[in-house]
């Protein structure tokens, strides 16, 4: 099977950096617009939400949220492709960008999803891409690691690799 491929454009990369490490400690979500075709995704925008909140559960504000954004973008030139939260430390644990079992259940068929787990800065790195398709690296006072994946069955995803030049140098 081919790889899974998701290209992030700076105006995207930029609105989804600035949305989780504005509000840190509260979880943040927002819609991706742009476009799809075969194995590959394509995000021109990231559209951030700011009604999550730090809650062991918040799947159904998530989903009204969700609905709500793609309702007013319907009438759009471009295609809602999926969604981005953010992960943060909490409670001495740090952060993961890996989905949770709730995040595999939310993840809607054909879409990308992407976790964005923001934790304190340790020491300062550069942004690079990671052997398992992430990028991570530290911005202010944050690391931030920024995972991808679809979903490929009920309860099953699938990694995305993550092509984000603007954050890495990387070549597409």
């Known amino acids: 099977m081919d790889e899974f491929t998701v290209y992030i454009k700076?105006?995207?990369?930029?609105?989804?950096?600035?949305?989780?490490?504005?509000?840190?400690?509260?979880?943040?979500?927002?819609?991706?617009?742009?476009?799809?075709?075969?194995n590959r995704f394509f995000v021109e925008y990231a559209i951030p939400s700011q009604t999550a909140e730090k809650k062991f559960s918040?799947?159904?504000?998530?989903?009204?949220?969700?609905?709500?954004?793609?309702?007013?973008?319907?009438?759009?030139?471009?295609?809602?492709?999926?969604?981005?939260?953010?992960?943060?430390?909490?409670?001495?644990?740090?952060?993961?960008?890996?989905?949770?079992?709730?995040?595999?259940?939310?993840?809607?068929?054909?879409?990308?999803?992407?976790?964005?787990?923001?934790n304190p800065k340790l020491v300062k790195v550069k942004w690079r891409q990671n052997n398992d398709g992430t990028i991570s690296g530290t911005i202010s006072n944050y690391h931030v690691r920024i995972s991808a994946a679809t979903p490929i069955g009920e309860y099953k995803y699938r990694r995305v690799k993550i092509i984000c030049p603007s954050a890495t140098g990387l070549s597409a």
């Open 58 to 118: 918040w799947t159904e504000p998530k989903m009204r949220a969700i609905e709500r954004m793609t309702n007013i973008t319907k009438n759009m030139s471009i295609d809602v492709i999926g969604d981005y939260h953010s992960h943060t430390d909490y409670g001495g644990e740090m952060a993961k960008a890996m989905p949770s079992g709730e995040d595999i259940a939310d993840m809607q068929s054909g879409n990308v999803h992407i976790i964005i787990a923001v």
């Open 10 to 38: 700076e105006r995207a990369f930029l609105a989804m950096i600035l949305s989780v490490v504005e509000v840190y400690k509260r979880e943040t979500l927002g819609l991706l617009l742009g476009y799809k075709g075969g």
